[in-house]
Each structure stands twice: as C-alpha cells, then as structure tokens.
C-alpha cells in the first residue's frame, strides 16, 4: 500500500542533557491493541501521584525515539512532573510509519489504532497513578492528523490536544483523500467542520482545549489546514469567528485566542510566519533539538504545556523575573569588585542568583538564558551590581 506522506526526510539525532536517570521504556503488553502500535513511556523520578500524562504521536518516517530526543517534552516534562506516553506505528501498518488518520476504522472510538492510544492511557494512568482528569494529547503532521481525531472520539478521555501541522477532523474517508486534504486542503465551512467533531463526540462530553500549531510556509500540509482546525474546533465549542485576544510570541509566532484569553481560552492558534513543515523547537532554550522536521523557532513544548496549564502555572510570555535591587549609577566613584560564581543551574536557583522558568533559567536581573535548570548544566554568573547578576561566557 501507498503511504500518505505528512513527512519524509532522515533525521539528524543529537542528544539534549536530561535532568534524571529516567529513560524511554518500551511496554511489551498495555491491553487491548486491535491497531498494533507500539508503546513507549517516559516517567521522570519521583514523579508524584496524580501528575499529568501526555501522550505523544510522532510524524510519517519518525518514531517514538526519534520524537523524545528532538521534541523538547523530555525536558518539559522533568521541569513540570509530566508523564510521557509515545504511541508509534509500524511498517506493517503503514510502509512510512504514518498513523491511519484517513482510514475510518483506525479513527472511530474503541476502534483501531484510535482503541490502541485509549489502551496506552488506561495503562500509564493505573500504573503510575496519574490524574485521569489530566490527560493531554500532542502530534506532529499525521500524528497531528491522528491527535485531532482522538479528541474528537475521546473528548472524555483527553483534556486537551495540539495538533502541529495537522489536518481537521474528518476531512478524508480514505488514502487518496488524504492527498486532497495535506494539499491544497478542503473548502468547508465552519460549521461543516464542526460538524465532523459533533458526529464523534460522545453524548455529554465536554470538549477539549485546542492548540493548533502551523507554519505559513509549509508545503507540505498548507496552511489552510490550520485555520479550518482552528474554525473546526471554534464552531465545535460555540465560539465566534474572531479572537477573543491575540498576541506576538517568539519565533515570529502571532497567537490568537478564541473564547477567552491566553489563560483560559477554549482554542489557540499558534501561527509560525516562515516555518516549514515541523515541530517548533528552540535549541537556543534548551528546548529541543533542531533536524528534520524539528524546526528551530519557538518552544512550541513550553506554550502547549503552559496553555493547558501543566506547566507548573508559568506564563512563558512574561520576561524572566527579576530587577537590579539597586541599579548600577552612571558614574560609580568606587566601584566594588564583580562577583563571579560557577555553579550548576540548580544551584544558581537556589541561592537566588537566578530563577526558573518553564524547566529553563534565567539569570535575576539581566536575564541572561542560562539553559536547563537541573544540577547537569553548569553555568557561571558575575554580580555586576548588587542584586544584577550576568552571564559570564567561558566561565570565571
């Protein structure tokens, strides 16, 4: 069989530190499996009860290794006590490891590869104890694709989702109708669209909280696949055409937030001016590491996490915490001594040189982006007036 091709290309791997001895676990028997996929988890240490679970669905050619190296949720989740959970397909399946996000029997609930995922959350919650009503779901491309119809036959299941360079839900009943819908994409009202998702969603469930990321250079899932998501889950929750609040990120990153603002709303779009066809990440944050299909940009990890509001209540849009206490005069008559002090990150918090942020640390005063903020990544740090510390490149 032909594979539907939402990605293509060999990925470069290189490793980000990790902040515990934690791994990515296969997990041999999980339950019912009628779609054969594989599971994989990630459970950082000491991890405590009730945390949130995310699972996890990588793109065509990739899978589940390919995706925690790259994707920044490793680090995202040591920083906030996240549970990982990666769904991956086989070539049995699909000849390019693409979920079946276009074959009806794959996508109905408790049907398929959709009843494999349900499987994998059932499993990692009694497990490991987590918090049912914290379960989160995030896919790049045809896992993207896959994401969008999970939430909308298990909205009861999933508190929210992030479909990354997605298509809505059902916009194809078969393989060459997936074509049509990667690119160009479908012409479909809103409430045509939001038909689609009121046809899975099971009676007296609520739905789920949409992030929807897409770069406006992707040729490979146009753009206009994340607007008709956007308009898709909008209409689904009864909201109106226009945004609530819209705002400028990082990364050339405009979001827009529809029935609420960035703290509460029901559906996010996250629109990357100039990105191709990927997962945001951020290597300069330690957020990810860039290679095919891993698009250096924004932290797309961080914002998702901080949408749904597991990221430990961080806003990721305020700048790092901390003013000079006493700001250096113009013209200082005796100027004291700088101070310089080499520490690991954690450290460096701890004795309020610096402050943490979304897993990441930045220096009190200046701040400097100093990397991961774990007892791994050792940086150096020079007071230049009290209170204002700076990152010292090549150390003290």
Known sequence: MTAVLLLAATLVITLAPRASAATLDPVSSFGSNPGGLAMYEYVPDDLPPNAPLVVLLHGCTQDAAAYHRHSGWAAQA????????????????????????????????????????????EYALDAHALDADRVHVSGLSAGGAMTAELLAAYPDLFAGGSIVAGVPVGCATGMIDAFTCMNPGKNRTPEQWGDEVRAKRPDG???????????????????????????????????????????????????????????DAAVAHFSVAGLGHGTPVDPTTDCGTAGAHFLASICSTAYTAWFWGIADGVDPTDPPTGEPSEPPSDEP??????????????????????VPRLGLTYAVGSGDALGLWNTAVTTSLTETAPGYWRHTIGGC
């Open 78 to 121: 040591e920083a906030s006590g996240i549970a990982l959970v990666y769904a991956e397909q086989n070539t049995v399946n699909n000849a390019s490891r693409c979920f079946n996000w276009f074959e009806p029997t794959d996508v109905a609930r408790d049907s398929g590869e959709a009843r494999s995922v349900r499987s994998m959350v």
């Open 205 to 263: 469930a609520d739905l789920p909280r949409i992030a929807v990321w897409h770069g406006t250079a992707d040729t490979t899932v146009a753009p206009a696949n994340g607007d008709a998501s956007v308009a898709q889950w909008g209409d689904a929750h009864g909201l109106p055409a226009d945004p609530d609040a819209t705002e400028s990120l990082p990364g050339s990153t405009t979001a827009s937030y529809y029935g609420g603002g960035a703290t």
């Open 333 to 354: 008559t005796d100027p004291p001594a700088a101070t310089c002090v080499t520490a690991h990150n954690a450290g460096h918090v701890a004795q309020g040189r610096a």
